[in-house]
T-cell receptor, first 115, second 114 residues
Framework: AQKVTQAQTEISVVEKEDVTLDCVYE???????LFWYKQPPSGELVFLIR??????QNEISGRYSWNFQKSTSSFNFTITASQVVDSAVYFC????????????FGTGTRLQVFP | EAGVAQSPRYKIIEKRQSVAFWCNPI?????LYWYQQILGQGPKLLIQ????????DSQLPKDRFSAERLKGVDSTLKIQPAKLEDSAVYLC????????????FGNGTRLTVT
């Protein structure tokens, strides 16, 4: 069965600190996709990144970076030099690639960045 | 490109009453989803449509929840009768439905059942 685990319920940091959000997944499929979404206080889920199971290259986008390791079934998300605007709940999610985009979400990590 | 539209934004009802939510997906997106997000939890899929057909409704409490997507565009989700435990945010999302496409979410409807 598919499962996504985000063990960190809440993280608090001070502005400019680096922070890493952990995500561990379970699937029996060899082809799958992993996602990160941001949910700010307004409530809308905002798509951040998608990785497929065949591409283990790390990705960097500005202050955001993602580390995908199939050997440990992890897809961790790092924010460098955090800012107050990064405060939100972050969700990791998994989908099978076969004919569906359906997502299985983790329970989320609430990040609070203090000035 | 216009995003996923949902209404109403908030709804408060008493238990045993009925309620309906509306969703208009992104134009051209074949697949539409309704997710339930209880406070402090991740979204949970209720139902998935491909065009106007149901693909997955295995987690929809069919004794009280119903959904339809007439003409393969807009969708409505109904709860009748509502229970206290239905208090949650109901999120609508759409995607291209090509396998691995990102889901695009609306702002959600926050339902409070008293």
């Amino acid at each position: 069965a598919q499962k996504v685990t985000q063990a960190q319920t809440e993280i608090s940091v001070v502005e400019k600190e680096d922070v890493t959000l952990d995500c561990v997944y379970e699937t029996r499929d060899t082809t799958y996709y992993l996602f990160w979404y941001k949910q700010p206080p307004s409530g809308e889920l905002v798509f951040l990144i998608r990785r497929n199971s065949f591409d283990e290259q790390n990705e960097i986008s500005g202050r955001y970076s993602w580390n995908f390791q199939k050997s440990t079934s992890s897809f961790n998300f790092t924010i460098t030099a955090s800012q107050v605007v990064d405060s939100a709940v972050y969700f990791c999610a998994l989908s099978e690639a076969r004919n569906t985009d359906k997502l299985i979400f983790g329970t989320g990590t609430r990040l609070q960045v203090f000035p | 490109e216009a995003g996923v539209a949902q209404s109403p934004r908030y709804k408060i009802i008493e238990k045993r009453q009925s309620v309906a939510f509306w969703c208009n997906p992104i134009s051209g997106h074949a697949t539409l989803y309704w997710y339930q997000q209880i406070l402090g939890q991740g979204p949970k899929l209720l139902i998935q449509f491909q065009n106007n057909g149901v693909v997955d409704d295995s987690q929809l409490p069919k004794d009280r929840f119903s959904a339809e997507r007439l003409k393969g565009v807009d969708s409505t989700l109904k709860i009748q009768p509502a229970k206290l435990e239905d208090s949650a945010v109901y999120l609508c999302a759409s995607s291209l439905g090509q396998g691995g496409s990102p889901l695009h979410f609306g702002n959600g409807t926050r339902l409070t059942v008293t």
